[in-house]
């Protein structure tokens, strides 16, 4: 695909990074909270609904992480095109974002929605926990077509450093969702109840990021110049984002594979696995926040053609990374009892996850460091270096690394964890010795004059 060039004059202002890592830091935190909120929900029916439903998480993880993933392609690519001053063409890109998201939403519903009782068996489950976890993936399916939307209409905000409005989105969802669990778990909905919250706050979120963009930011979205010719906006977006999608996609499913093989473990620890899973959202999401603001600073130096700036901001931006997300697995680990305390009062799971919480001191800093080092290869258009480091580290070694220490070395599923740190330690340092030589640049869609 032929570069094209920068347009003279206009070159988007570089937003201050805390501008943005601040609000998408809130933002993920009450998104994610979401799912802290239905496990929440669901350990007031049983622990066995919520262990069984948890075992499924990783099957809705990986469609949604194929929808935002694919807005992040969408946002480097506006980034780039923004940064550049080609204001009409980040608008192309907006529009591509939509039509992607959209149709992939509609297919992850339906594979989820009508293979509901395959899945739940591919997983190991049977008698109870089959059927729960088959009752919510049917149920929850319709919030895939949903997510996908939010997301593509969330690159506008992303890519031109307005993160405040998608803060303000995940304040509508965890509003909603919680409210409504309350509300349905009183009529006795049960899970169909939890999953149907959700949907619903993905519906308030998209009315409020339209009445944002109808009232407050002016729509960028070009219709007519994408329906001209919408293969090429389409393809720029494919070109990030597909890429984009297969590391973090390849390391759900290597946590459901792992998942399923840890089912033998027994309930209590499904269930230790599920809380922890929970806490450390609040890691993941400063890990990811601070990547975002990275990736949304280097796309846009990237396509102003400044890459010694864009290095600059990564070094930065690491240090901030790895060191809040040390902080936070520390406060989590000396809180551990509390915290899990709120799921359960099974002595069993509360001491498997103060093992597992040990363990966070050494995997979220890992996990900040890969992912940093990974969003900026991406945001410079180096999208599938990562991709394929991703997919070697993780097959080749990770996940035969934690089912042996998972099933066979005694560890249990503290095994899991070990396996997790080795990954995320070995994608990192792979991810950012390619950056340090410099070979993505030149990878960018956009050429500046």
């Not at 031109?160 to 919680?178: C, K, L």
């Not at 498997?352 to 460091?369: G, T």
């Not at 070990?418 to 330690?425: F, K, N, Q, S």
Request: charged content about 10%; some cysteine.
């Amino acid at each position: 695909m032929s570069q094209q060039q920068a347009a003279p004059g206009g070159p988007q202002q570089l937003p201050p990074v805390w501008a943005i890592v601040i609000p998408v830091f809130i933002e993920l935190v009450l998104t994610f909270s979401v799912f802290f909120s239905d496990s929440f929900f669901l350990s007031r029916i049983s622990d066995a609904v919520a262990a069984s439903v948890g075992t499924t998480i990783p099957i809705f993880m990986v469609c949604v992480l194929v929808a935002m993933m694919m807005a992040q392609g969408a946002s480097n690519a506006a980034g780039q095109f923004n940064g550049a001053g080609q204001a009409k063409e980040a608008g192309r890109i907006y529009c591509a974002a939509l039509v992607v998201n959209a149709g992939l939403g509609l297919l992850a519903a339906l594979v989820m929605g009508l293979g509901a009782s395959a899945i739940a068996a591919g997983l190991g489950l049977a008698g109870d926990e089959h059927r729960h976890a088959t009752e919510f993936m049917a149920a929850i399916a319709p919030a895939l077509v949903f997510i996908g939307l939010k997301y593509a209409l969330g690159t506008v905000f992303v890519s031109r450093g307005q993160t405040v409005w998608t803060m303000f989105g995940g304040v509508v969802a965890i509003a909603v969702n919680i409210a409504l669990n309350i509300v349905f778990q009183r009529a006795g909905m049960g899970i169909e109840g939890v999953a149907l919250a959700t949907i619903l706050a993905q519906v308030a979120v998209i009315a409020f990021y339209v009445v944002v963009m109808l009232t407050k930011v002016k729509s960028p979205h070009e219709w007519r110049a994408f329906f001209a010719a919408p293969a090429e906006p389409i393809r720029n977006v494919l070109r990030i984002g597909v890429p984009s999608v297969v590391q973090p996609v390849s390391a759900e499913l290597a946590m459901l594979v792992i998942a399923a093989a840890a089912v033998h473990l027994g309930t209590e620890a499904m269930a230790a696995r599920v809380y922890v899973m929970n806490l450390a959202t609040v890691a993941i999401c400063w890990a990811a926040a601070v990547s975002i603001g990275n990736q949304v600073l280097v796309a846009i130096l990237v396509g102003a053609g400044r890459p010694q700036a864009a290095n600059a901001v990564l070094m930065s931006n690491l240090r901030i990374a790895v060191v809040g997300s040390l902080l936070i697995a520390v406060a989590l680990w000396a809180s551990g009892g509390t915290l899990v305390g709120i799921f359960t009062q099974d002595p069993k799971i509360i001491a498997i996850s103060m093992d597992l919480l040990v363990l966070a001191i050494l995997l979220e800093p890992a996990r900040s460091f890969g992912t940093l080092s990974s969003f900026a290869l991406k945001a410079a258009g180096d999208a599938n270096y990562p991709a394929a480091v991703g997919l070697g580290v993780t097959w080749l070694v990770a996940v035969p690394l934690a089912v042996y220490l998972c099933l066979y070395s005694g560890l249990g599923m503290a095994g899991l964890w070990v396996g997790l740190v080795v990954d995320e330690t070995l994608r990192g340092t792979i991810n950012f010795l390619r950056w340090r030589s410099g070979t993505w640049q030149g990878k960018a869609l956009v050429t500046a004059s």
